[in-house]
């Protein structure tokens, strides 16, 4: 006799730099909220300040703050340097932080916005996410650039049972329904 094992399902919204990831990821979560679903983590918005660097914020998607992750070609931003970007250590430790108020809760929707080369590599958000792949139910919903998503789906071992990919970035509300 083996038991009935609730499997995390996984949803990989993929596509490339520009192309809506973030803009679908934040319709979607706006309509989870809507249907009163019990959601955790962040959405990653690109910024440029006054001297044009560029950088990422993260948005918490259970309240309003927003933390400054990184920024290119700025160390003062912080201390872990990955290829041109200075991430900054305690910020990606609130955006842990931020997943992991969901685990434990019946039914969690967790939300991890950009999964890509640093992941893969081992750094900033891979020990979450094989945290939370951990838990036995709930969902995931990542974004992941098209290159990437064998790769991620290869290291995080996601298969065709649990996964389901969205790269139509124009439905919505179809997206949300198979959560």
Known sequence: MHKNIALMKVFIISGERGEGKTTFLKKAIKELHL??????????????????KEGYRIYDVSHSSSLLLCKRNAPETGSLNLLEFWFNEDVIVSGEQWLRKGFYKDY??????????????????????????????????????????????????LNSHNLITQENLLFTIEFVDKI
């Not at 249907?35 to 044009?52: H, L, Q, T, V």
């Not at 290159?147 to 991620?152: D, E, G, L, Q, S």
């Open 108 to 157: 969690p929707v967790f939300v991890l916005d950009e999964v890509g080369k640093f992941e893969l590599d081992g750094f900033v958000w891979d020990s979450i996410l094989k945290q939370i792949l951990k838990q036995n139910s709930g969902t995931l919903i990542i974004t992941v650039r098209n290159r990437f998503v064998k790769k991620v789906m290869e290291k995080y071992q």
């Open 35 to 52: 249907r009163k679903r019990n959601i955790y983590g962040f959405y990653a918005e690109n910024i440029k300040d006054d001297s044009d």
